[in-house]
Structures are given as C-alpha cells and as structure tokens.
C-alpha cells in the first residue's frame, strides 16, 4: 500500500471522519480541508469494510459534483492529489470517469471501485439512478436540489450483494459551504427554520431522519466589532485546517468581495451568493416575491409555459385584475414526456387547479419530430384535445424582455409581477442563478433554474406579454377554441 499521511485540519473534521452516521455532512468556510477530509473518509470507511467470502473488502462509491468542469478542476483535482493515479490506479476518461484502488491491508485485502460523476447532464443523472453503490459523496452539497439526495439515498447500500456478504456499512458524505437559508441543507441542519409559506408535506421531508449528522466548522475570519459596527476582519484562532493555510491568505481572499461572500465563504454563514450579472436586476424579493400564498382563481386560465427535453419544467402563471401571479412551478431531473405528464397531471391535482382552465404555451423548439415515433410534442398534446401553441419567439432577448416588462410596472400601487414563495427555483433563478455569461448570454449555470425560467418566458410571451415588446399581432397565442378534456388526463399520452 502506498503511504499516505493525513493530519486533521481540526477537532470538528476529526468528529466528522470518525462519524459511521447514515449521513454526515460537514460545513465550513473555504480553505478548512472539507474536500480532503471527504477524500479520506471515504478511504477509511472502504477500508473498514469486512471482507467477503473470498477475502476482499469490497465496496463502490459514486463522487459526485454538479458540473463537469467543477468535477475536473475541483473535485478530481483534490481526489488525485491525496490518491495519485501513478499510486493507486489509472482513472479511465470515459464518462463516468472510474477508478479502481486494490489495497493490502495483510489482514484483508480491499478494492474500492469509485465513479466520478457530474449532475449538469441528464444522461448522467440517469446512469446514477441506475448504480448500486456502498456509498456516495456530494461534492459541494448546496448545489444539488434535495431530489438528487433522494436520489442518491436509493442507490447506497446496495453493493455488495447480501450473498456476497453485504457492506458492513453503507451512506452518504457531503461537504459544502454555507448554502442559502431555504436550501434542504440548512433546514435540515437546523441553522434556519421551514419558511412559513411551506406545506406540511414538504416540512415533513425535511425533517432531520435518524442517524443523520450536520458537522459545522467554525468561521475562517472573525468580525472587528466596535459601537455595534463592523471596523474590519480577523484571522478565527480556532479555525480548522490553519496549518494548511498560508499566512495573510483569508486577509487577501476578502479584500474587493461583497458582503454576502464575505459572508458565506469565509465567515460560514448562511446565505446565497451571486454568481454574475443577473438577467433580471429588476427583480426584488420584497416587492415581487408574495409572503404567503397566492390563490388560484377558478375559472380563469391557468397559462403553463412549458420547456421540453430531458428535464421538462413547467410553471403556472395566472393573470388577475390586471398583474400576473405566478402560481406554482414544476422542475424535474431526467423525465421523458411520458413521466413528466404524470408529474404534470398530479401537480394540477394537487394545486386544486381545473383542467378546464389549463392552457399550455411551450418551447418553439418542440415541433422537432423524435426519432422513434416521428411525433413532435406538439402532436402528442394535440391528440389529447390541449389547445396548446408554441411561444411566438424563442428570441432570448424578446423572451427576457417580456418578463422584465412585468417587473417593472405596477398596478393599482401593486407589483404587475408576483411569485409564490414556493417557486424556489424561479426565485433562485431571479437572485443569483440566472446570470449573463462573459459574451451577455444566459449562462446556464443550474439546469434547474434555467429550464424553469425558459418555461416563464415562454408563458409570458405567448399570453400577451409578447404583443409589449414588439412582437407582430399575428404572432400572438392564445385559446381559440374551448378544449375537449376529461376530467382524467395525460399530457403527453392519451386520455386515461
């Protein structure tokens, strides 16, 4: 066995390598060694394994991050530097990147199999539905929504067999900075309560389970505090993972930053960060975020944008005296039509809309015939008697535009723009997730919020926001004739 020598960054560290929780997660400010304790976590917990009838310890992990680029330069990055490839295994390059480590322990020998996954592509989020894993690690955990944790929480403890002797234990390690105070991480950690706009149901699964365990380092940095205010900052003396750290190097790293950075990577405190120049600057949350939930008003259409491909979304927007109300949002990872109707047809039931008001608006791009059936979309939902149209544009800027239009003006003294507090992704999206990228493009920086904004767009557009910027009047969508439904139905199949 190769030699590898690890000194804990710090007591808190130390507790979370030791832990055998189902879960553990460990929070903690840049540069306190969080990646490289998950590394050796992971090697102690393999090496503990119990061996098998043949003598060998076996055991599989999926390392998980949310964007291929992060995986490479980040994640592998720390993997190889505690477990170089010329030591302990070639890594082969072909997606999932894999790595198989054999160890002689003398006692018993071990081989730990591990997957390097990124979750920003659909087809890789179905190859982990798929695994059977002994364990998993979330690499920076506060960008994965909580149904990828689902998700992975199906897929641990499932290799070895039990005829092969089973994992004498099995879970799933996750490290990541402070993430924001709505996020599945900090509610279930205990560092922020269930906002108050949140169902019974969904409090409920973000209850802390058994065998759970939440490990928060101290901060990096601690304020200079003076009449209440804030003179500057200096270095924590029980930081973790000091000895690793140059001298003067948080000083540097704040220097220039906003406070919200300041805040979350170097002082571990909750809250979101922004992450470019947002597309909708004009967006507020006090003004145009409700603080409780909007009703839906029976009886007038319902308009749902909708955005096709592999990780469908949908948002349901209705326009009351005068002011758009967006009611509620659907997002999904990795779901064909077929599955997503589904999804569609129970998120009506469950909202108490009525089918009769649903009026669907999609991605212009749906009219492209697949390749198995040749039926675009569009035929599918035409066959179920939806009078569904496609958005008049998918111009970005037209279609930005017309959400902007909706910001900015005001009705009666009220916002012409309000969104539900339970569209968490759209007001992730508006705060710090959709940004312009360097060429002022949209920089799909999360699937999640830029599938469901497209969808926003799209319903906008096409339900009279686009006659605003200038779209020709013969473009426009809307209902032009009553729709034949049943009161059971599939979006994207047929009738029940």
Known sequence: MALLKYDTAGPITSDFIRSRAYFSGLQGPVGSGKSSASVIKILNMAM????????VARTRWAVLRNTYSELETTTMKTWCDWLPEDKFGKISRQAPFRQTIKLDLGSHKCEIEILFIALD????IGKLLSLELTGAWLNEAREFPKEILDA????????????????SWYGVIADTNAPDEEHWWAIMSGQAPPPEWMGQDEVKQLILPRDWSFWNQPPAMQRI????????YEDNPNRENANNIIQGYYEKQIEGKEQSWIDVYILNRIGAIKKGKPIYPEYNPEVHRSKERLRYLAGSTVYIGLDFGLTPA???CQRQMGRWH???????????????SDELAAHVAKNGYNDDDMFIIGDPSGDQRASTDKQTPYDVLRRTGWNARKAPSNDPVLRWEAVKGTLLEMRDGLPRFLLD????HLHKGFMNDYVYDKRGKADKISSSTSHVHDALQYALLGAGEGRRVGLHPGQKVGRTSPRVAKKSWNVFGQRA
């Open 48 to 55: 503990a394994q119990k061996a098998g009838p043949d003598g």
């Open 152 to 167: 992975v929480t199906m897929r641990v403890g499932r290799y070895p067999s039990v005829r092969n002797g089973g994992a």
């Open 225 to 232: 505090i003076k009449d209440g205010k804030t003179l500057g």
């Open 314 to 316: 949908a948002v349901f």
């Open 421 to 424: 507090p339970s569209c968490l």
């Open 326 to 340: 967006i009611l509620s949002e659907l997002v999904t990872f990795d779901t064909s039509l077929v599955q997503f």
């Open 121 to 124: 592509r659909a087809d890789q």
